[in-house]
Nanobody, 123 residues
Framework: QVQLVESGGGLVQAGGPLRLSCAASGSIFSIHAMRWYRQAPGKQRELVAVITSGCSTNYADSVKGRSTISRDNAKNTMYLQKNSLKPEDTGVYYC?????????????????WGQGTQVTVSS
């Protein structure tokens, strides 16, 4: 079984920084693309940033220039560094990862989700 656990959320003032983490654990053979999503109150979940296994990155226009996605493959962990936070960054942040499970040999590939971490930016 595979688990994704987010951490680092909280209440922050506008203009401040925040660093989110997403740690994957379990029977992991390889992790492919990893993504951060945000769900603002009353809105649909939207993609914020993506990082491939080769560390290519892409960002939503709303966070471009203010956020940096990264990953530590040795730790099976992904990060999202957010700077110059705005109230509209408020929401629950979810991590998503496409993971191939298995020990010595790969078995199946699925998309996994974390439980989410709340980020609230006060003005």
């Amino acid at each position: 079984q595979v688990q994704l656990v987010e951490s680092g959320g909280g209440l922050v003032q506008a203009g401040g920084p925040l660093r989110l983490s997403c740690a994957a654990s379990g029977s992991i053979f390889s992790i492919h693309a990893m993504r951060w999503y945000r769900q603002a109150p009353g809105k649909q979940r939207e993609l914020v940033a993506v990082i491939t296994s080769g560390c290519s990155t892409n960002y939503a226009d709303s966070v471009k220039g203010r956020s940096t996605i990264s990953r530590d493959n040795a730790k099976n962990t992904m990060y999202l560094q957010k700077n110059s936070l705005k109230p509209e960054d408020t929401g629950v942040y979810y991590c998503n990862a496409r993971i191939t499970t298995g020990q010595a040999i790969p078995t199946v590939t699925h998309d996994y989700w974390g439980q989410g971490t709340q980020v609230t930016v006060s003005s």
